[in-house]
T-cell receptor, first 115, second 113 residues
């Protein structure tokens, strides 16, 4: 079965500080992992994804995530937070054909950036 | 051109009414979805269609009925609206491949009074 756990429903960082949003997954098949961002009153946009290959994945807006199979984690980081990063972030895993290729989302982490 | 478009953006209605939300994608994707996002931002899959056929139907009341006239459209009809139906509803689409991402519409905020 596939599932995603995001630790911390709310994270606050100072502008310029490191952003770390945690995601752990469980999957019975090699996972496809995604991070999405949702700005207020908007739909979700893809930040980055891991399918195969290099375990450090770079995305848009300076974000990156590292797939660690041994830890079943896919944490999202950004070296220096910007005010415009304030948003809701969702980690997701995509299941295989037996699940209809369904996406399983975490409960989200709300990021606040303090000036 | 908007890739996944849904209408209306806002929907305010009374309890007991019937309403529909329309969704269209111009990306040529095989699979379309409806998600419900509650006030705590939790995203719950409701339905998934692949080439006009229902492949996922999560536990939702049968007052919710999806209809897919062709693979570019997936509409959501809701009968006898209840207060608890108030939420943001997102349409999404994706290619069938496992590593492919979801493309989301901008959402329909439904308020049932």
């Amino acid at each position: 079965a596939q599932s995603v756990t995001q630790l911390g429903s709310h994270v606050s960082v100072s502008e310029g500080a490191l952003v770390l949003l945690r995601c752990n997954y469980s999957s019975s098949v090699p996972p496809y992992l995604f991070w999405y961002v949702q700005y207020p009153n908007q739909g979700l946009q893809l930040l980055l994804k891991y399918t195969t290959g290099a375990t450090l994945v770079k995305g848009i807006n300076g974000f990156e995530a590292e797939f660690k199979k041994s830890e079943t984690s896919f944490h999202l980081t950004k070296p220096s937070a910007h005010m415009s990063d304030a948003a809701e972030y969702f980690c997701a895993v995509r299941g295989g054909r037996h699940t209809g290729n369904q996406f399983y989302f975490g409960t989200g982490t709300s990021l606040t950036v303090i000036p | 051109d908007t890739a996944v478009s849904q209408t209306p953006k806002y929907l305010v209605t009374q309890m007991g009414n019937d309403k529909s939300i329309k969704c269209e994608q111009n990306l040529g994707h095989d699979t379309m979805y409806w998600y419900k996002q509650d006030s705590k931002k939790f995203l719950k899959i409701m339905f998934s269609y692949n080439n006009k056929e229902l492949i996922i139907n999560e536990t939702v009341p049968n007052r919710f009925s999806p209809k897919s006239p062709d693979k570019a459209h997936l509409n959501l009809h809701i009968n006898s609206l209840e207060l608890g139906d108030s939420a943001v509803y997102f349409c999404a689409s994706s290619p069938t491949g496992g590593g492919e991402k979801l493309f989301f519409g901008s959402g329909t905020q439904l308020s049932v009074l």
